[in-house]
């Protein structure tokens, strides 16, 4: 039987985000960013990845470069990545972003953020997971660009989720890296050592 999960939505924030020296800012969109982001968030079902800035010339930028794997010819040669893009919004602030789960779901949505630093209120991934098994409502999961998202941001969300621990000390994810390892671990399949062997008789007792 197929696990029942929450909609989990995503935002990319550009806007109000950090700089290097701890000040608020708007950061450029990427084209890099727009497409890994889009790519992952088809891989995991992901309903809706909501890019979110205040700037007109940066919304036009990310609508130019969508539009030609939407509607144009980007999206008949490849009709996978067309398929993708189109999960993108471009919306100019979390509210309009907010308003648009409203009107997909009829509830107001749960806002995780995430980011490189953590903080006391911090929950596991793991913790994560078991509440999107049993949540019914959808959840908007936050990635700040830049340096990470404003404090303003954080303090707004119901929770914050814990920084994804390195191997070495070493804590500089790109975003859409750190989206990726977040999507699989909160929506990915699980499976276990004997599975990811091909070694499934081993899991049952011997008779």
Known sequence: MEMKMAHL???LVHYPVLNRMGDIIASAITNLDLHDLAR????YGVPACYIVTPLQDQQALARRLTAHWITGKGGEILPERRRALELLQVVEDLARAREDIRERTGEEPILWA??????QASMSHAEARLLLESEERSVMLLFGTGWGLAPEVIEQADGLLDP???ANGYNHLSVRSAASILM???????TTIWDELG????????Q
């Open 9 to 11: 939505y995503v935002a």
């Open 40 to 43: 992952s968030c088809c891989t």
């Open 114 to 119: 995430t980011s490189a630093k953590g903080g």
């Open 164 to 166: 994804i621990p390195g």
């Open 184 to 190: 699989d671990r909160l929506l990915g399949r699980r």
């Open 199 to 206: 070694l499934r008789r081993f899991r049952d007792p011997v």
